[in-house]
């Protein structure tokens, strides 16, 4: 098991997030400019070597209930990855050009599957369209119709 100054180590080289002491001598990491409201990236991470990593956007790890993954004997590449590809799913989306032209000013939702396929969906004129890239994918009457069909898909919203 690697040190809790070892962790640290590695968890400071992300220049992206900023370190926030809490209680116990217990340090959180939090990504300022995260696209959701999640914010910390690495919570609770203690002397005794415990700590927590955010892979809730993450399907390829075992979480708890809050999207959590205990590092405690994780080694450093196993950290390392885990805390970029954290980092990396919370960052907002750059939109292309393409993207920007279906949704203008509408509100979008981003939708993602295990395999990094991303799908938009926007209420347009009272319909919720889901699109790939530019082409339109499936258009539904209700939202609750458009969440389902995606959860169906083994989608789930980013």
């Known amino acids: ?3 809790f100054n070892e962790k640290l180590a590695i968890i400071e080289s992300f220049p992206e997030l900023e370190r926030k002491d809490v209680s116990l001598k217990r340090v959180n990491f939090q990504l300022p400019n995260s696209a959701s409201d999640k ?3 690495v919570y609770h991470l203690h002397p005794n070597g415990n700590g927590f990593v955010y892979a809730g956007n993450l399907s390829s790890y075992q979480t708890d209930d ?12 196993e950290i390392k990855k885990l805390v970029k590809e954290s980092i990396e799913s ?7 050009l393409a993207e920007e032209a279906i949704i203008g000013n509408q509100i979008e939702e981003r939708w993602v ?3 990094k396929d991303h799908l938009i969906v926007i209420n ?3 319909t919720w369209n889901i699109y790939f890239g530019l082409n339109l994918e499936e258009s539904f009457d209700t939202y609750g119709e458009a969440e389902e069909f995606l959860t169906e898909e083994g989608f789930h919203k980013v």
């Open 1 to 3: 098991m690697l040190t």
């Open 39 to 41: 914010k910390n990236v």
């Open 66 to 77: 809050k999207g959590m993954v205990n590092i405690r004997d994780f080694s450093g590449d």
């Open 90 to 96: 919370l960052l907002p989306i750059e939109k292309s």
């Open 113 to 115: 599957n295990k395999e």
């Open 124 to 126: 347009e004129n009272d």
